[in-house]
C-alpha cells in the first residue's frame, strides 16, 4: 500500500503581483494564504510532498516527482502522473513542456527507453496510444475517425476502452511522433483566460510488455520454465482545467465544453473525497462510473498503480478561490492509497511452477515456526534411537559373522580330524589283521562288532597314536558294538553343521582337561524344553543311531547306564566317558551358542520393531507436517479468496447500485413514456375532437355564411331602403362613405352634417358597417381593399400612416389572405391574440378615423400594445385588449353622451335616418362590449388564464355577450346582422 504522491506547482505570477508579493506564501514543503496585512489566515495553511516554486523547471519536476514512478513502470508496475489545477495554471505547461523545456510527457518516454535500453536479461514491447475525453465522449487522437468510444471491463484487462488504437513503437523518435500527431488532434480554443486552452482531457498511455530473454521458448522447451509476461501502463494525463464562466468569458460552444470539464472533475473530486475517507477500502460506494474520466484513471485511484499528481496553481489575488479549491483537492488526494504491484501475466506451466514455490516457501516457513522446532528434536531423537539400534545390531552381526567364520574353522578342523582318524583307524586295522590271523570270512563280522576287547585294543591304540584326540563319538562307540566301522563312521560322522562346528579346537581343552568331565553339563542342566530341542537336534546325527534302538528317553537312560558303567569301572567306561567327553561339552556349547542366538534374534526383532516404530513415527511427523502445511496452504488460499470475495461484492454492489440508477431512470423513463403515451392519446383524441369540430364548425360556417348572406342581403335591402329614403340628405351609409363622398358631390347639408360633430358616430357606425360588410363580400374589391389597408396599416403599426398608396401597395404585396375565416381565432394559435389585437384596431382605427376626440386616446392605447414579443404573449395582449375595449367603450359612451343631444336632434329632425343613427348607437356600444364577451368567451376557454384575465372577465360579467345578444343586438336586422358578423369573426 502506498499513498499517492502529491505536488503543488507555482506558476510564475504577474509583474504586479511579482513586484508586491502574492498573498499565497511557500515555506519549505507548506503554502499558506495570507491576510492583505501580510499575517497568515487561519485553517488556510496547506503541507505537501513537495511544492515546487515559480522557478522550478520542468525537468526538476520530473526528477523529483515522476522518475521513479516511470522506472517502476518499466518493471511491471502501472504508473499514472497527471496535472490538476484550474485553467491557465500551467497543466498543459507542465505535462507537455515548452519549446526551453521539454514537460513530463516527452522526459517519461525519453526515460522509459532509456531504462529499457539498460535491462539485459528482459525483451520489451512498447504500445501506445492517446485519447481525449471531449464532452464526456472519448475519441482517439491517433484516428480521428474513432470516435465515441466505449468503456469496458474484463478479467484479462481490467478497465480499457474499446476501439483504440496502439501503436507500437520501439524508439523515443518513434513515440514523440505519435504524440505529437495526437496532439494535432486534440481539442483548443481561445478563452479570455487562456489562448491556447485545453477543452477536453487527454490520455497519452504506453503499454510496457516484458520476458525475460533467458528463458526464450526457442531455447528452452520447458514451458514451465519460461518467464511470466510482465504488463504495465504508464498514463500520462493532461486535464482541462475548472473554469469560472465569468472569467472565461465562455458562451456557446465553449461553455458548453467548460460545463463538461467541470463536471467531470467534479466527479474526479468526489472520488478522491471518497477515497480519501477510506470508502474503497471499507466497501463504500466510490463514483468512479459518474464520469468517463474517473472511470478510466479508477486503478490511478486506490487501485492498483503509482499515481503522480501535479497540482499547478495561480497565486493571483483574483484566483484565492480556485487555488484555495485545487488546494483542497490536493490535500485530499494525498490521503489516497493505492496498492501497487507488479503486473504478471502466467502461463499454465508457470503458474503451477510458481504456486509449486509457494508451496516450498510455506513448508519453509512451518518449519520455521516453533511447533517444528519440537518437531525437528523429536525426529533428531528417534534418528539417534534409531542410529545406536542400528550400531547394535552391526554388532551383534560382526559377532555372529565372526562366530560363524569360528564355526567354518572348526568345521574344518573336525573334518581333518576325521581325515586324520580314517587314516589311523584303516591303519590300526590293517595293522590289526596283519598282526593276526583273521577269522573265515563267516566269523570276520562277527569277532568285528561285539567284541570289547578288539573296540578296548582300538581305543588304546587310537589313544596312542593321538594321546589327545582320540575322540571316538558316543555314536562311534555305539556302532561299534553292532556295526562295521565303515557304516559307523558314516552314520556317526553325518552331523549336522551347527554339530560339527563344535568339533573344534575350542573344546579341545575342555575335552582334554579333567575339570571338563566334571562339569560337563547334565541333560537336566538344559534349562528348557527349547535348549533340549536344541541339544536334540545338534546331537541328531549321534543320538539317531541311539534311537534306533532306543528311545529318546533312552537316552537318558543311555546316558545313565554311561554314568552307571563310568562308575562300576565297567569296560565300557572309558566309551562311556568318552562319549560324555564329547557330547557334553558340545551340548553346553550349543547350549551357551543357542542362548546367543535367541538374545541375537530377540534383539533382531525389537530391533526391527523399533525400526518399523521409528519409521511409523517419522510418517506420522511427516504427515503431521504436510497436513499443517497444506492446512497454512489451505488458510492462505481461502484468505485469498476471501479478500477475492470481498473485491467482488465491492463490484457486485457498485453494479447493483447501477442496476438500481438504471432500473430507476428506466422506471422514470418508462412512467413518462406512460405519460407521453397518454399525452399522444389526448392529442390524438383532441385532434379528432378538432377536426369532428372543424367539420361541425365549418358546417356551422356555411351556415352563419348562408345567414350571413341572407341578412347582409337584407341589411342591403334595408340599407338600400334607407339611402332611399335619405336620399335627398345626399348621406351615404356605403361602409367607405368618406372615400364614396369624396369622389362624388355631397350636399351642402350632407357636407354640414358631416362636418358637424354628430357625424363622428355616424361615420363611425359606418365604418364599422363597412369593415364587417367588406369582410364579409371580400370579392368586393373596394372594401376589400379598404379593409386590407387598414388591416395592414394596423399590423404595421402605422395607423395613422397618411400615405394610403404606399400602403395599399403593400397590402397588395403581402399575402392577400385576409378574409375573414382567417381571421377566425383558435386558441393555442399564435395569430390568435393578433388577431384579436387586430380586430380590436382595426375597431379602435375605424373609431380613430371617424372619432376626432378619440384620437389620443387610441393612439395611447395602440403604443401600449408593445413590442412584438409582448404581442406574442396571448394573457398580455388579452389584457390589453381587455383594456382597449374598455376604454373603446369609454370613449363611446363619452362621445355618445356628448354627441347624444345632437343625435337625438338630429333624429328627431330627419325621421328615419335617426332611427338608423339611434340603433348604429347601439350597435357601438354592442360593439364596445363585444371585446368584453370575447374575453370572457377565452377566458372560460383557456383555463391556464391568470387570474388577472379571469377578474377582468368576470368584470365583464356584466356585459354577457349572449345574453347581451339577445336581449338587445336582436333587435333590429341591421344590427343583428352586424353583430353576428362580428361575433362570428371573433367567436372561436
Ligand atoms: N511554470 C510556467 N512557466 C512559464 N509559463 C507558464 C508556466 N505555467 C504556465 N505558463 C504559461 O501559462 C499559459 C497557460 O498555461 P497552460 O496552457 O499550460 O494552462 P492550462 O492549465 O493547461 O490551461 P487549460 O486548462 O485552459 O488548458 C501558457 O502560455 C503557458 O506557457
Not at 498511455?205 to 521458448?217: C, L
Not at 407521453?676 to 377536426?691: D, F, K, N, S, T
Not at 358631416?754 to 369593415?771: F, K, Y
Not at 403593400?810 to 384579436?836: C, F, K, L, V
Request: hydrophobic share 35%; glycine share 6%.
Amino acid at each position: 500500500m502506498e499513498k499517492i504522491c502529491v505536488a503543488i506547482r507555482v506558476k510564475p505570477t504577474s509583474t504586479q503581483e511579482a513586484n508586491n508579493g502574492t498573498r499565497w506564501k511557500v515555506a519549505a514543503n507548506t503554502i499558506s494564504l495570507h491576510s492583505a496585512l501580510g499575517t497568515p489566515i487561519k485553517g488556510q495553511t496547506y503541507s505537501f510532498d513537495t511544492i515546487f516554486g515559480v522557478s522550478t523547471t520542468n525537468a526538476e519536476i520530473y526528477e523529483e516527482h515522476a522518475k521513479d514512478l516511470v522506472l517502476s513502470a518499466v518493471s511491471g508496475f502501472n504508473g499514472t502522473v497527471f496535472a490538476y489545477g484550474q485553467t491557465s495554471s500551467g497543466k498543459t505547461y507542465t505535462m507537455q513542456g515548452s519549446a526551453t523545456d521539454q514537460g513530463v510527457t516527452r522526459l517519461a518516454i525519453q526515460d522509459v527507453f532509456t531504462s529499457i535500453d539498460k535491462i539485459v536479461d528482459r525483451e520489451f514491447l512498447v504500445r501506445v496510444s492517446y485519447m481525449e475525453i471531449y464532452n464526456e465522449e472519448i475519441n482517439d487522437l491517433l484516428a480521428p475517425d474513432n470516435r465515441k468510444l466505449q468503456i469496458h471491463e474484463s478479467i484479462e484487462r481490467g478497465i480499457f476502452v474499446a476501439g483504440l488504437r496502439e501503436e507500437i513503437a520501439d524508439s523515443v523518435e518513434q513515440v514523440i511522433a505519435v504524440l505529437e500527431r495526437g496532439e494535432a488532434q486534440r481539442h483548443l480554443a481561445e478563452t479570455d483566460m487562456n489562448v491556447n486552452s485545453s477543452r477536453s482531457h487527454t490520455i497519452f498511455r504506453m503499454v510496457i510488455e516484458s520476458r525475460d530473454k533467458s528463458h526464450d521458448s526457442t531455447q528452452d522447451s520447458d514451458p514451465s520454465a519460461q518467464d511470466a509476461v510482465r504488463v504495465s501502463a504508464l498514463n500520462l494525463v493532461d486535464l482541462a482545467g475548472s473554469e469560472r464562466i465569468s472569467k472565461t468569458g465562455a458562451e456557446g460552444v465553449r461553455l458548453r465544453e467548460g460545463a463538461h470539464i467541470n463536471k467531470s472533475l467534479t466527479t474526479l473530486g468526489m472520488v478522491i473525497n471518497k477515497l480519501s475517507e477510506g470508502g474503497g477500502k471499507q466497501g463504500a460506494h466510490v463514483p468512479y462510473r459518474d464520469s468517463k474520466l474517473t472511470r478510466i484513471l479508477q486503478s490511478a485511484l486506490g487501485g492498483n498503480a503509482r499515481t503522480s499528481i501535479i497540482c499547478t496553481i495561480n497565486p493571483d489575488e483574483i484566483h484565492i478561490d480556485e487555488t484555495r479549491g485545487t488546494l483542497q483537492f490536493a490535500s485530499r488526494a494525498k490521503r489516497v492509497t493505492n496498492c501497487a504491484q507488479v503486473n504478471e501475466i502466467l502461463t499454465d506451466a508457470a503458474l503451477l511452477k510458481r504456486q509449486k514455490e509457494e508451496i516450498k516457501e510455506l513448508k519453509r516457513r512451518l518449519e520455521g515456526s516453533s511447533h517444528s522446532e519440537d518437531l525437528k528434536k523429536e525426529i533428531l531423537q528417534l534418528r539417534n534411537d534409531l542410529l545406536k539400534y542400528e550400531l547394535g545390531r552391526e554388532k551383534l552381526e560382526l559377532e555372529l559373522q565372526q562366530e560363524i567364520k569360528a564355526q567354518v574353522e572348526r568345521e574344518r578342523r573336525i573334518k581333518e580330524q576325521e581325515q586324520r582318524i580314517e587314516n589311523l583307524s584303516t591303519m590300526v586295522i590293517s595293522g590289526a589283521i596283519e598282526d593276526r590271523e583273521l577269522p573265515t570270512k563267516s566269523h570276520r563280522r562277527e569277532t568285528w562288532c561285539p567284541q570289547s576287547s578288539i573296540s578296548n585294543t582300538l581305543e588304546q591304540g587310537l589313544r596312542r597314536i593321538n594321546g589327545r584326540n582320540s575322540q571316538l563319538t558316543a555314536s562311534s562307540l555305539v556302532d561299534a558294538k553292532s556295526r562295521p566301522l565303515a557304516t559307523r563312521r558314516d552314520r556317526t560322522f553325518g552331523l549336522p553343521p551347527a554339530f560339527e562346528s563344535l568339533l573344534s579346537d575350542e573344546c579341545d581343552s575342555f575335552w582334554s582337561g579333567s575339570s571338563g568331565v566334571n562339569s560337563l553339563p547334565h541333560f537336566s542342566d538344559f534349562e528348557n524344553i527349547a535348549d533340549e530341542d536344541m541339544c536334540a537336534s545338534f546331537n541328531r546325527g549321534a543320538l539317531e543311531s541311539v534311537t534306533d534302538e532306543d528311545t529318546w528317553g533312552n537316552m537318558k537312560d543311555c546316558h545313565v547306564s554311561s554314568d552307571s558303567r563310568l562308575s562300576h569301572g565297567s569296560s565300557d567306561t572309558e566309551n562311556a566317558q568318552g562319549f560324555r567327553q564329547i557330547q557334553f561339552p558340545l551340548l553346553a556349547e550349543s547350549s551357551r551358542k543357542n542362548t546367543l542366538f535367541k538374545q541375537l534374534n530377540a534383539m533382531n526383532l525389537q530391533y526391527q520393531e523399533l525400526q518399523s516404530s521409528i519409521e511409523f513415527k517419522i510418517q506420522e511427523k511427516i504427515k503431521e507436517a504436510v497436513a499443517a502445511a497444506n492446512s497454512a496452504l489451505l488458510e492462505e488460499k481461502s484468505r485469498f479468496q476471501l479478500q477475492e470475495i470481498t473485491k467482488l461484492h465491492g463490484v457486485v454492489k457498485d453494479l447493483e447500485i447501477e442496476l438500481e440508477k438504471c432500473n430507476e431512470e428506466n422506471k422514470r423513463l418508462k412512467s413518462e413514456t406512460a405519460l407521453l403515451q397518454e399525452q399522444v392519446l389526448h392529442a390524438r383524441e383532441a385532434l379528432e375532437q378538432e377536426a369532428q369540430e372543424r367539420v361541425s364548425m365549418d358546417e356551422q360556417n356555411e351556415f352563419f355564411k348562408q345567414r350571413l348572406r341572407s341578412l347582409e342581403m337584407r341589411i342591403q335591402g334595408d340599407i338600400n331602403q334607407q339611402c332611399n329614403e335619405v336620399s335627398c340628405s345626399g348621406v351615404d351609409f356605403e361602409p367607405d362613405v368618406l372615400e364614396v363622398n369624396e369622389s362624388n358631390e355631397i350636399c351642402s347639408e350632407c357636407q354640414s352634417f358631416a362636418d358637424n360633430s354628430i357625424q363622428r358616430p355616424l361615420m363611425l357606425s359606418g365604418a364599422l358597417i363597412g369593415g364587417c360588410v367588406s369582410r364579409r363580400f371580400p370579392n368586393e374589391n373596394h372594401d376589400r381593399q379598404m379593409s386590407e389597408i387598414l388591416m395592414h396599416k394596423i399590423h404595421k403599426r402605422r395607423l395613422f400612416d397618411d400615405d394610403d398608396s404606399s400602403v395599399f401597395q403593400i397590402a397588395e404585396d403581402r399575402d392577400q389572405d385576409w378574409t375573414g375565416s382567417r381571421i377566425r381565432p383558435t386558441p393555442g394559435n399564435a395569430a390568435y391574440s393578433d388577431d384579436i389585437l387586430a380586430a380590436l384596431s382595426r375597431l379602435c382605427c375605424r373609431f380613430k378615423q371617424l372619432s376626432g376626440s378619440g384620437v389620443k386616446k387610441i393612439e395611447s392605447f395602440t403604443k401600449d400594445f408593445g413590442a412584438p414579443q409582448e404581442r406574442k404573449n396571448l394573457k398580455a395582449s388579452l389584457h390589453l385588449a381587455y383594456q382597449l375595449g374598455r376604454s373603446l367603450l369609454q370613449e363611446l359612451q363619452r362621445i355618445i353622451n356628448h354627441d347624444i343631444q345632437c343625435l337625438e336632434t338630429h333624429v328627431a329632425s330627419k325621421g328615419t335616418i335617426g332611427k338608423s343613427l339611434e340603433a348604429l348607437q347601439m350597435l357601438l356600444l354592442e360593439c364596445a362590449d363585444v371585446g368584453l364577451c370575447l374575453m370572457h368567451n377565452l377566458s372560460s376557454k383557456e383555463p391556464s388564464f391568470t387570474s388577472q384575465v379571469i377578474q377582468v372577465a368576470n368584470d365583464g360579467a356584466s356585459y354577457r355577450g349572449d345574453d347581451f345578444i339577445c336581449k338587445n343586438v336582436r333587435r333590429s336586422p341591421l344590427t343583428c346582422g352586424l353583430l353576428d358578423g362580428i361575433f362570428t369573426i371573433f367567436t372561436p
